[in-house]
Nanobody, 121 residues
Framework: QVQLVESGGGLVQAGGSLRLSCAAS????????MGWWRQAPGSERELVAS????????YYADSVKGRVTISRANAKATVYLEMNTLKPEDTAVYYC??????????????WGQGTQVTVSS
């Protein structure tokens, strides 16, 4: 069983930056594809970015492409989401998630508790 704990959320002005971190424990971190999802009030949860265990393949949603970078440090069992040029529409609860690489793109097995990101205009 993998446990995921997010940190780094908060309140930031539009145009600002935040870096989210997710620390994993209880599993073989390097075996999982890691993802960051978000859910705004009244909206479905969406996959923002993902990264394979080698870091060789990264996915970004169109809504954040060019503004967000996902990275991971397998030795630290940590995945990061660097967000720049934040917009009010980026306001959401951000969740870290993990899945075995063989699973479908959106079929994540493990989830963190979420961290709130609020972007003020």
């Amino acid at each position: 069983q993998v446990q995921l704990v997010e940190s780094g959320g908060g309140l930031v002005q539009a145009g600002g930056s935040l870096r989210l971190s997710c620390a994993a424990s209880g599993g073989t971190f390097g075996a999982y594809t890691m993802g960051w999802w978000r859910q705004a009030p009244g909206s479905e949860r969406e996959l923002v970015a993902s990264i394979t265990w080698t870091g060789g393949i990264r996915y970004y949603a169109d809504s954040v492409k060019g503004r967000v970078t996902i990275s991971r440090a397998n030795a630290k069992a940590t995945v990061y989401l660097e967000m720049n040029t934040l917009k009010p529409e980026d306001t959401a609860v951000y969740y870290c998630a993990a899945k075995e690489a063989a699973r479908a793109r959106y079929d994540y097995q493990y989830w963190g508790q979420g961290t709130q990101v609020t972007v003020s205009s």
